[in-house]
Nanobody, 124 residues
Framework: QVQLVESGGGLVQAGGSLRLSCAAS????????MAWFRQAPGKEREFVAG????????YYADSVKGRFTISRDNAKKTLYLQMNNLKLEDTAVYYC?????????????????WGQGTQVTVSS
């Protein structure tokens, strides 16, 4: 099973930027459909962004469209989430997600492997 480790979270002011990284240990990273989810205080975990195995197709939650960019570097076995113009509502623990190999389902489904999460806190 692929292992995922997120990094890059921290405290930023509203309007600022952060880039999250997710390092994968599996031998077949390039074959995984990947996604980012987040869980805000007092709320359920929700979908943020997804990316195809070859990086050619991306999909975003309406709440982050135009502000966040998901990308991947298969050679480095790393997934990224560039977050710009951060809002207070973006405060959450962000989780990296790898869908099962051969997955052809919905990016938003909570299935597959997960990282431990990295905290993003946006202040006013």
């Amino acid at each position: 099973q692929v292992q995922l480790v997120e990094s890059g979270g921290g405290l930023v002011q509203a309007g600022g930027s952060l880039r999250l990284s997710c390092a994968a240990s599996g031998r077949t990273f390039s074959g995984y459909v990947m996604a980012w989810f987040r869980q805000a205080p007092g709320k359920e975990r929700e979908f943020v962004a997804g990316i195809q195995w070859n990086g050619g197709t991306t999909y975003y939650a309406d709440s982050v469209k135009g502000r966040f960019t998901i990308s991947r570097d298969n050679a480095k076995k790393t997934l990224y989430l560039q977050m710009n113009n951060l809002k207070l509502e973006d405060t959450a623990v962000y989780y990296c997600n790898a869908k099962p190999l051969g997955y052809y389902g919905d990016y938003t489904q909570q299935i597959g492997s997960w990282g431990q999460g990295t905290q993003v806190t946006v202040s006013s």
